[in-house]
């Protein structure tokens, strides 16, 4: 543009926007003003799309706790592991970071799996919850499983049950492994006021299980 030009001069918009000729706030044509703004029917980005805390481009869209820097990754949407351009590792899925507790959790696929680790030195899962098809909850960790109270498994397959109540309701129904099918049936209902009584009902079933052969 010559010097004289009354809407840029040298790399100065002198006007308060350039505008397509059908421009319509928030229905047609495209705006570029002089306060930095702008607005567009669509927009094609060749690379990195960067703000002011996310960062979005072929690898995914990242978001950060300020700045973008190393450290303070909180959340991505990724097709794959990886590391940003800040040196942050990140997992595939929909993720959040935890940078102070160092932990992460990950959506994909149906599943939310729990990492311990670091955005510098990555991440190492250590449990997950998975439904299945059928609508089955699959809860599985590398050290156990802990409700509030009780121990779902220790690690090692172990379970502890404690209270001084319990109700088991329903019907358990075990097959033998054997050529004869043999089919028993543990119970309808069990309430329990004590401790000793919860025990007893398990030890029902656990001697149930050893005539079918299935425990030793």
Same mark, same amino acid.
């Given at each position: 543009?010559?010097?004289?030009?009354?809407?840029?001069?040298?790399? %100065?918009?002198?006007?308060?926007?350039?505008?397509?000729?059908?421009?319509?706030?928030?229905?047609?044509?495209?705006?570029?003003?002089?306060?930095?703004?702008?607005?567009?029917?669509?927009?094609?980005?060749?690379?990195?799309?960067? +703000?002011?805390? @996310?960062?979005?481009?072929?690898?995914?869209? @990242? @978001?950060?706790?300020?700045?973008?820097?190393? /450290?303070?990754? *909180?959340?991505?949407?990724?097709?794959?592991?990886?590391?940003?351009? @800040?040196?942050?590792?990140?997992?595939?899925?929909?993720?959040?970071?935890?940078?102070?507790?160092? %932990?992460?959790?990950?959506?994909?696929?149906? !599943?939310?799996?729990?990492?311990?680790?670091?955005?510098? +030195?990555?991440?190492?899962?250590? +449990?997950?919850?998975?439904?299945?098809?059928?609508?089955?909850?699959?809860?599985?960790?590398?050290? /156990?499983?802990?409700?509030?109270?009780?121990?779902?498994?220790?690690?090692?397959?172990?379970?502890? %049950?404690?209270?001084?109540?319990?109700?088991?309701?329903?019907?358990? !129904?075990?097959?033998?492994?054997?050529?004869?099918?043999?089919?028993?049936?543990? +119970? !309808?209902?069990?309430?329990?006021?004590?401790?000793?009584?919860?025990?007893?009902?398990? *030890?029902?079933?656990?001697?149930?299980?050893?005539?079918?052969?299935?425990?030793?």
């Amino acid at each position: 543009m010559q010097p004289n030009d009354p809407v840029v001069g040298s790399t %100065i918009l002198r006007r308060p926007a350039i505008q397509s000729p059908n421009y319509s706030a928030g229905s047609a044509g495209w705006t570029v003003n002089s306060d930095g703004s702008a607005e567009f029917n669509n927009l094609t980005v060749r690379g990195t799309f960067a +703000g002011t805390d @996310f960062t979005i481009n072929a690898s995914g869209a @990242f @978001f950060y706790s300020g700045t973008p820097a190393a /450290g303070n990754l *909180v959340q991505s949407i990724a097709i794959a592991d990886g590391t940003d351009g @800040f040196g942050n590792h990140y997992l595939a899925g929909t993720s959040t970071y935890d940078s102070v507790d160092g %932990i992460a959790s990950q959506l994909a696929d149906g !599943s939310v799996t729990m990492y311990s680790g670091t955005l510098a +030195g990555g991440w190492t899962s250590k +449990g997950s919850m998975t439904i299945t098809a059928g609508g089955v909850i699959v809860l599985a960790a590398t050290a /156990g499983v802990i409700t509030s109270n009780n121990t779902l498994d220790d690690g090692s397959g172990n379970t502890s %049950i404690t209270g001084t109540a319990c109700t088991l309701t329903g019907h358990a !129904s075990v097959t033998a492994p054997t050529a004869a099918p043999s089919r028993t049936n543990l +119970g !309808s209902t069990w309430n329990a006021t004590t401790a000793s009584q919860c025990n007893n009902n398990f *030890v029902q079933i656990i001697n149930t299980l050893g005539a079918l052969g299935l425990f030793t």
